[in-house]
């Protein structure tokens, strides 16, 4: 069976955000 | 870029997939920002910080131009055009309403794409500066480019001096469509 991981727009920006930071330094 | 999936899709892939695709568009926005005189002159704090706050506008300003008002239609990435009723249909409701209203309010003001990619850039430093610590230097850099936005503008139409406080009128619209959309949920298998 598959498992989701469910989360908030606004809180799927901010992960994308924060890793493309992250990534970058 | 396709909101009809093949009858073998579940509607839990479908929306695996609507969920997806919001990820390459907000790299976009970050690659903007990045793009954008004096942004990368703030702390890198700072520029998270309005990211986390604007970028969901910032998408709504670029997503008007799939948007055509009069028609009610909706153009993905395929480049096949939906109408809102056929959208509604599949479970995409209150957020394509206000999409649409909002994409007749901004399309009315007929503005250029240097103009727009310009709105776009002041839209995301007046976001929320809750959070924000060099608030001077934020609050300069949105001045600075208000004032460039404003100049644009106005050496274009010389003669209507309404379009300038129209747009800017656009930004608490922005701002009502992140507070009632951003909470929307979202779905991602864990592989």
Known sequence: ?25 | SCPVAPASRSSQEVWESFSQCFTPAVKEVVEFAKSIPGFQMLSQHDQVMLLKSGTFQVLMVRFCSLFEPKERTVTFLNGQTYSLASLRALGMGSLLDAMFDFSEKLGSLGLEQDEMALFMAVVLVSADRSGIVEVGAVEQLQENLIKALRSLITSRRPDDGTLFPKLLLRLPDLRTLNNQHSEKLLAFRID
């Not at chain 1, 989701?4 to 606004?10: D, F, K, Q």
């Open chain 1, 1 to 25: 069976p598959k498992t989701h991981r469910v989360m908030t727009l606004a809180d799927h920006i901010s992960h994308i955000i924060t890793q493309d930071f992250a990534r970058n330094q």
